[in-house]
């Protein structure tokens, strides 16, 4: 199975957006992954729906937006124009699960479930799984790029995966955060379908990030 990986638009350099963006031009199997903080729910502020829709002008891939907000709900409407192709709401942040999904799949092609390190997967009840195209789980606590992998999230991907195969479904499982060279094929292993990498990929010297993808791949 093809294993996308969707560099972070946190760790790019944002003054050369563009020509950073146009560097993926070509890859195949790649989501560009948007991080949506509103310096509530996370003690960080990125950016807001006009800012992607100039990014949705210059890159062909998916987007793919994981909302670290305390009101998802209203986040739904305002960047319901942007193009979005994924959007994921933080499980801790919505208190009726079901209509909250019921309505994001009325405006976006794909939606997702991101769990923080600390939320089990056991939380999300099986009915609600078969009823989403994503689980991301957080391998650290989210807010920040260049953080350190969080080991025991490891276990937590294996469960998920079981929990897949049991109920016979198709969800993506995303890890986001610290993933590196050195942790990728363990985590295709136990069951991921989809990285996230920011400092990993955006770190590379010469901007050659196509050689940080395929090192991931
Ligand atoms: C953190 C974000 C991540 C972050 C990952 O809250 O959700 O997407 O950009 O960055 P790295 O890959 O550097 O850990
Ligand atoms: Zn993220």
């Known amino acids: 199975m093809t294993v996308i990986i969707a560099p972070s638009l946190l760790s790019a350099d944002f003054l050369e957006l563009k020509t950073d963006l146009q560097r993926f031009e070509g890859e195949k199997d790649l989501w560009l992954h948007l991080d949506i903080m509103d310096g509530h729910f996370v003690p960080n502020l990125t950016f807001g729906p006009t800012v992607l829709k100039s990014i949705k002008n210059v890159c062909k891939h998916p987007l793919d937006a994981h909302f670290m907000v305390t009101n998802p709900d ?3 409407e305002w960047f319901k124009d942007v193009g979005l192709h994924n ?3 933080h499980w801790e942040a919505v208190t009726h699960h079901d ?4 309505k994001a799949k009325t405006l976006y092609k794909s939606v997702g479930i991101s769990l923080n ?3 089990p997967v056991s939380s999300i009840a099986p009915y609600l799984l078969k009823k989403v195209d994503l689980i991301l789980l ?3 606590n989210p807010g920040f ?3 350190s992998f969080i080991p025991e999230v490891a276990d937590k991907i294996i469960e998920l995966q079981k929990m897949k195969i049991q109920h016979g479904l198709t969800f993506q499982i995303q890890i986001d ?3 590196t060279d050195k942790n990728a094929q363990a985590l295709i292993a136990a069951g991921a379908t989809n990285l996230v990498a920011g400092s990993f ?3 590379e010297p010469q901007k050659n990030y196509g050689a940080r993808i395929a090192q991931l791949r």
């Open 138 to 140: 957080m391998s650290v």
């Open 117 to 119: 390190p600390s939320t």
């Open 145 to 147: 790029g260049g953080q």
């Open 74 to 76: 209203e986040h739904l």
């Open 87 to 89: 959007f994921t709401f």
């Open 177 to 179: 955060g610290g993933v």
């Open 201 to 203: 990929v955006f770190s």
């Open 99 to 102: 209509r909250f999904i019921q």
